[in-house]
Structures are given as structure tokens and as C-alpha cells.
């Protein structure tokens, strides 16, 4: 959205990305002109990144890296009122959003076909998602962008998973003083209060400060469930040196509420039945026993240090930490006739101490017609993760396990006030240690302006362990493993703007656990081929991106028969995606994408090549901004249709039919009512449509109408 458009001072789309393309021979492509620049076009052209270095470690134009990439930053996020962190790539390909629905305890994604839940990262490092539960979630309010690598990304993040990386930055120290204060208000009792204020500290110019804090409260998508949010981060950069800047980063959040568990059967959600459906808010859990708190606390930097006119040395380390309590009732699978279904309980209690190091080398050299930027790195993760089990389901300290049913409750009108607190007995106690160490290089060659090759490959060792003891007794589990990865691209830099490239990936999961034969798993294995186009030429206004991948993945485990899973699966994921930004006019600009996704899996010797559940073949966006002029400016309106296919369930569910498709509609409109004051009104789900957003063993719904007002000053 723009602000007070002046058509004659916007730099076209496509001028801005091919501008890029000349800061290069002749020593002229160095970091800091590079990041100005990224700075100055990001500004001028409303979110169009120009340099990223999530997909590569170093800064680099988009339109030079032969991978798919896709960017959402902080104006997208306040344009679209994305107050969770799922909703960021609703608007871009290749991501299926909120499988799950709108989970207030979590955020989902699914990556050309694959789970996201270990492919999140900030500022370059892991944020850790372990012990079922002890999942770091991010404030938007608090990010500037974030990035979408997409594809196998272990050559520069070590362990991953094969459908890419989500990357998130956070908001830092602005040269110029600035300050936003925000209020929001909206249905389900939606509140918000958040102050963004940076600039120089006092009078110096070598000393900068950011500080963002925020205060959240509404309810959940269930009938009682609720969440509340105090969030705090500051940040200083200092720079120590005309060579040496350092940036410190650190976060306070605390959630309290009542989870949503939105676990339905698909008897009343995907099958008719005699008594008509569940209602999308209906509470299978408990609510007056149900409870999360959760505080997480991180502190870390980054150093840039110029070595020589070569040379760089960079370097980002985090320490975090993770404070869980969580209890919440669920219902389980089996139906009790006609109407009655079994519930679980959930019951976690612990915290994590986790650590991030990621040291870089970058030379950059020259001749009269070639240039070449080395990558040297090496990276640590540590995660010691101490909690208490008293789930329904556990795993006891011989090897053994079991699921206790507490309850039973009417699916369609459920009595709260007939639950007894359960007694699950001695909770499991664990003790996860996990640690991982990788080596890394990578160089890429640009030749006369033309030709661009990409190479790298990095070596991993990762070791982990999970000791476990309740009365029964003590038991370990855990895998030592090692990893090579590589990579390699091709790309040819067109005089009309048309780019294709190249590239080959790969990534490594490693797997808990003993096979038939006694001896550890083998990580799961992830190889990526993709072919693409990257456009961005003289007479367009805008630029495209395409890409067709073939994702596979080796190793699963499948079950076939014997006393445990074997690693002779395989899940694979091929599709094309689209994905473009448009200015149609001066003041009408257009953001859409389109997939196709065939992912297919094994799930045991019977059933193998099955499609995967929560993925479409067809998934489609678009969104319009229009800025008015005249008498009406200051006035933008927006709106967007979101179009997602049907799905499969689980292939061994018991569930015999598809989940049906959907399209969805949002809209937004704001006035700047002076040079301070802006007014934005947010409607997602515009027609409130009730829809399953996918199914496996359970199915989801998807998330009703969200209405928000804010009102945001700016200074």
C-alpha cells in the first residue's frame, strides 16, 4: 500500500531490480553501498527487496540467486493486519497456511508440500520447536521482514527440512528518529496497544536504538479459549570503528490464555450425520481446566568486521530460553454411539536453554570481467530441553507405551461442568540434549555480467540424546549422525531482464530411534531440482518469478510388519509455482501467485505413492492495492481472494473423502487523516466462510471472519 502516492517520484519495479544488477565489476559491489541501496529501494518501491542474504549468507540482489525466494515485509504485514505468524506468505506460492486452522498456541506452515515445523529461523538462526510442545512463536509486530527460502537449505543451515527455510528480521536501529504508536480493536474481543520508537542515542552518530514493545488480548477461533501477549524488544548498534559495527538484539515474550485445540473427527465436520454438524467454535476440550503459559527470552548480536578491501568477518550468536506450562484436554479418535467422543489430556511442564553461533568469512575479488564472493563458515547449535510428561499418551521408562482415556463428552452440545480433573499417574521426566556442529563453503562466480555459478557444500555432525524415567524405570534414546551437503546453481543474467537458472539442493533430518536391524536410524535425505525464470524487463512495470520443482526425500519411515519401522520410504513433491508483483497504473498495484503441488508419500508396504494430506494440486492469490488522488488523497482500499484446492486425508485415516475446496475473501481501507494520523479498517474472511482447512487423522477448521480497526500515529 502506498502512502500519499506521487506517481512521478516512484521508481518502477523493474528499474529497481535490474538497477541492482550494475553494482557489480570494478570493486563497485561492496556491503555497505549494497545495503544502503536495499534501504533506499525498499523505501521507495514499498516493500520490493532488492537484497537479501537468507539465501545465501551474503547480500545479494534476488534476481541473482538461482532459488526460488520470497519476501514479505513490514509494510505487507501492517497493510494486511497480520497479527500471527502463520498468516505472513498468504500471499505467495509454495505455502500452505494455517493447516491446522487458526491455532492461537502455534504457528503452521506446509513448504512445497512438506512440514515447516523445524524450517523456522531469526536473523539467520534456529529458533528450536522440540518436545512435542516447546515451540517458539514470533511477534510480527517485531519483524521488518521476512524471507522464504524455498527448497533443501542444509548447505548453510545445517539440519532442515527439505521444503525450505522461513527466516524472520527483526526490526532494528533507523539513522533517522522515527516512532509509530498503534491501537487496534476488533471482534473477538481483539485488543492491541504496540509503540515502535528508534533512532540516534542522544546526539552521536556512531550509536543507534530501537525499542518495540507490544500488548495483545482476544479470544480463540473455540468457544473459551483466549490468549494474552506482553511483548518487549530492544535493540543498539554501535559502531566500534569505520570497520567494525555490532548490533545487539533481545526479546521478552509472555503468552497466558486457554488453547485452542481444534481436533475434530470428521464424523460432523467432513461426514454428515443424524444430528447435523459441530459448530466451528465448539470446545472438545475443557476450558476451565485448560491452561498455557509460556515466556520466552533471547538475547544475542551481530558483528561486522572489515577485515581488508577482501575480507569480511561476520558473526551472529543467540542464547534463548523457553518457559512452558501447558494443559489442555483433547478428544481422541474413537466415538463413543451415537454422539459421545473419548478424551485425552495433554499435560507438559518445562523449559529450554538453547544457543546459536554462526561464523562467516566473505572475500570478495575482482577482475575486469569476472566477480567472485567466498563464503567460509562455520556454525554451533546447542538445545538442553528438561520437562514432565503427564499426557495421556507417553512413553514409559522401559520402551513401553500407552494412551488413557479420561473422558467421553457430547460432540455437538459438550457438558464442561461434568469433568473431573484427571489423575495420569507419575509424570515421564525428560532431559533432551541436542547439539550440532557444521563446516561450511560456498562460491559464486559471476562472468562478464552474464553467467552466474553457485557451488558450496557444508559438513555436519549432530548428536542428541532423550533420557527418560518415571516409576517403572529409566530408558534412553537418541542419534549420533554426520552429513555432507551440497549445492550448485546456473544462472544467465538477460539484457531483456528474462533470468533462467539452475539449481540442485539438498538437506538432512536426522531421526531418533533404533531400526529392525539394531542399528540408529539414517537421517531423512532431501535432494531438490529446480528450473525457473526470473523477470523483471523494460516494459513491465513490475517483475515475475517461475519455478518448477522436484523435491524427494529418502529414508522415511513406513511400517511393514515387523516389530518396527523400517527407512524404506520415500515422500516426493514436484509442482510449479508463479508469484509476481504489478504496478497496473500509477496508483493500482497488483501482488499474485499461483501453485501446483503433486506431493505423494509411503506409508507402509501396502500403501506407498499415496498423495499427502493439507497439500492442494491448485493454490491461487491475488491482491489489489489502489491509491487515491485528488480530493480523495490519503484514502487506500485493498482486497484479496485467496483460492485453496481440495485435499486428501491421511491415506491410512479410515477417512474416504477429499476435503473440499476453498475461496476467500479480504479487504482492507485506510485515510491518512494528516502527516501523523492514520486510520485502517481489516476484514479477512470477508463472507465468514465456513470451510475445513484440511484433515489427516482429525480434521481442521479454517478461520472464521476477523474484523480489525486500528488507529496509528507516526512521528
Not at 509494510?75 to 505472513?88: P, Q
Not at 543451515?157 to 527466516?167: D, L, Q, R, S, T
Not at 575480507?311 to 474413537?334: H, K, M
Request: glycine share 8%; charged share 25%.
Amino acid at each position: 500500500m502506498l502512502r500519499n502516492a506521487i506517481p512521478f517520484a516512484r521508481v518502477p519495479l523493474a528499474a529497481a531490480v535490474r538497477r541492482s544488477l550494475t553494482l557489480s565489476l570494478g570493486g563497485m559491489l561492496c556491503i555497505a553501498p549494497l545495503a544502503v541501496l536495499a534501504q533506499e529501494e525498499e523505501n521507495v518501491d514499498n516493500g520490493t527487496t532488492v537484497v537479501t542474504a537468507t539465501a545465501l549468507k551474503v547480500d545479494t540482489p534476488e534476481v541473482e540467486t538461482p532459488r526460488a525466494i520470497s519476501t514479505v515485509d513490514a509494510e505487507e504485514l501492517e497493510t494486511r493486519a497480520v497479527n500471527k505468524y502463520d498468516e505472513t506468505f498468504q500471499y505467495r506460492s509454495g505455502v500452505v497456511s494455517q493447516p491446522y486452522g487458526d491455532d492461537n498456541n502455534t504457528d503452521w506452515f506446509f513448504l512445497r508440500g512438506f512440514s515447516a515445523e523445524n524450517s523456522t529461523y531469526q536473523d539467520g538462526l534456529r529458533l528450536f520447536r522440540s518436545g512435542g510442545y516447546f515451540w517458539w512463536m514470533n511477534e510480527p509486530f517485531g519483524i521488518e521482514r521476512v524471507d522464504l527460502l524455498k527448497g533443501p537449505a542444509s548447505i548453510l543451515y545445517g539440519e532442515a527440512p527439505p521444503g525450505g527455510v522461513i527466516n524472520a528480521i527483526s526490526k532494528r536501529p533507523t539513522d533517522e528518529a522515527q516512532g509509530t504508536l498503534e491501537i487496534e480493536a476488533g471482534n473477538q474481543d481483539h485488543r492491541q496497544v504496540g509503540i515502535d520508537v528508534s533512532g540516534p542515542v542522544g546526539e552521536r552518530d556512531d550509536m543507534r536504538y530501537r525499542m518495540v514493545g507490544l500488548y495483545r488480548d482476544g479470544e480463540g477461533e473455540l468457544e473459551g479459549s483466549e490468549k494474552e501477549r506482553y511483548y518487549f524488544a530492544p535493540s543498539l548498534e554501535v559502531d566500534l570503528s569505520e570497520d567494525t559495527s555490532v548490533t545487539f538484539l533481545a526479546s521478552v515474550q509472555k503468552d497466558e490464555g486457554v488453547p485452542t485445540t481444534g481436533f475434530f473427527p470428521a464424523y460432523g465436520t467432513l461426514n454428515s450425520t443424524p444430528f447435523g454438524e459441530i459448530d466451528r467454535d465448539t470446545n472438545l476440550g475443557q476450558p476451565d481446566y485448560d491452561k498455557v503459559e509460556q515466556q520466552q527470552t533471547s538475547f544475542g548480536y551481530e558483528l561486522e568486521h572489515q577485515l581488508n578491501d577482501t575480507w569480511e568477518f561476520q558473526q551472529n550468536a543467540r542464547y534463548s530460553r523457553l518457559d512452558l506450562e501447558l494443559r489442555t484436554v483433547y478428544p481422541d479418535s474413537y466415538i463413543t454411539p451415537p454422539r459421545d467422543i473419548t478424551r485425552g489430556v495433554v499435560d507438559r511442564d518445562g523449559d529450554y536453554d538453547a544457543f546459536n553461533i554462526d561464523n562467516r568469512f566473505i572475500a570478495r575479488t575482482y577482475t575486469d570481467n569476472t566477480e567472485n564472493t567466498l563464503l567460509l563458515g562455520a556454525g554451533y547449535q546447542e538445545l538442553n530441553l528438561d520437562y514432565a510428561n503427564a499426557d495421556s499418551f507417553r512413553t514409559l521408562g522401559d520402551g513401553s507405551s500407552y494412551f488413557t482415556s479420561i473422558d467421553t463428552v457430547d460432540l455437538f452440545n459438550p457438558d464442561y461442568s461434568a469433568f473431573t480433573a484427571p489423575d495420569t499417574g507419575d509424570p515421564t521426566r525428560h532431559e533432551v540434549e541436542r547439539n550440532q556442529l557444521g563446516v561450511y563453503a560456498q562460491n559464486q562466480l559471476r562472468i562478464a555480467d552474464k553467467w552466474i555459478f553457485l557451488a558450496g557444500a557444508r559438513y555436519d555432525t549432530v548428536e542428541s540424546s532423550d533420557d527418560f524415567s518415571d516409576s517403572s524405570g529409566r530408558s534412553s534414546e537418541g542419534y549420533d549422525d554426520e552429513q555432507l551437503s551440497l549445492t550448485a546453481g546456473a544462472m544467465y543474467l538477460g539484457d531483456n531482464g528474462v533470468s533462467p537458472y539452475l539449481s540442485y539442493s539438498e538437506s538432512f533430518t536426522p531421526v531418533a530411534g533404533i531400526g529392525p536391524d539394531g542399528e540408529s536410524y539414517e537421517p531423512l535425505e532431501g535432494r531438490q531440482m529446480e528450473a525457473g525464470l526470473k523477470v523483471a524487463p523494460l516494459n513491465f512495470d513490475g517483475y515475475l518469478t517461475l519455478a518448477a520443482f522436484d523435491v524427494e526425500e529418502e529414508n522415511t519411515l513406513i511400517s511393514t510388519g515387523a516389530p518396527v519401522q523400517e527407512q524404506v520410504g520415500e515422500r516426493r513433491s514436484q509442482g510449479v509455482e508463479v508469484e509476481g508483483v504489478s504496478y497496473l497504473t500509477d496508483n493500482l498495484k497488483l501482488t499474485a501467485s499461483y501453485t501446483y503441488t503433486d506431493t505423494r508419500y509411503d506409508v507402509n508396504d501396502a500403501q506407498r505413492d499415496e498423495r499427502a494430506p493439507f497439500v492442494p494440486y491448485h493454490m491461487a492469490s491475488a491482491w489489489l492495492d489502489y491509491d487515491f488522488a485528488g480530493d480523495l488523497s490519503g484514502l487506500s482500499v485493498g482486497g484479496g481472494v485467496r483460492y485453496m484446492g481440495e485435499t486428501v486425508p491421511s491415506a491410512d485415516s479410515g477417512i474416504d473423502r477429499e476435503v473440499s475446496s476453498a475461496t476467500l475473501y479480504d479487504a482492507m481501507a485506510s485515510y491518512d487523516i494528516n502527516d501523523n494520523w492514520t486510520a485502517q479498517m481489516n476484514v479477512n474472511n470477508l463472507t465468514d466462510e465456513k470451510y475445513v482447512s484440511g484433515c489427516d487423522y482429525y480434521c481442521y477448521y479454517g478461520a472464521s471472519r476477523s474484523v480489525v480497526g486500528s488507529l496509528k500515529y507516526n512521528w
